[in-house]
């Protein structure tokens, strides 16, 4: 089930706020809270999802694979409401 996606563009100012966000509306937990790299760990109302995630700041892209989601929910709904708020994230820097 490993999905991998690659978001272009990711300043570090950007994955920092992408990260407050996840966290104070959403309830994600990053492994570890502060780490370029590790797992965002969130519940919704199916089950828990995990995602892994690799930021490289030098060419500014953030890779995200999906480790585990509930079966009924669909991966493309993940990556549209990721991008959303990735979109929405951009619009405050």
Do not use: N
């Amino acid at each position: 089930m490993a999905v991998t996606r690659t978001f272009f563009g990711i300043p570090a100012g950007l994955l920092l706020r992408i990260k407050q966000v996840a966290r104070e509306e959403h309830g994600i937990l990053f492994d570890p809270p502060e780490g370029t790299q590790g797992t965002a760990t969130g519940r919704t109302p199916l089950r828990e999802c995990i995602v892994r995630f690799v930021y490289d700041g030098a060419q500014a892209e953030l890779v995200m694979t999906l480790v585990k989601k509930p079966v009924l929910l669909p991966a493309a709904f993940l990556w549209t409401a990721f991008s959303a708020e990735l979109e929405r994230s951009r619009g405050f820097m």
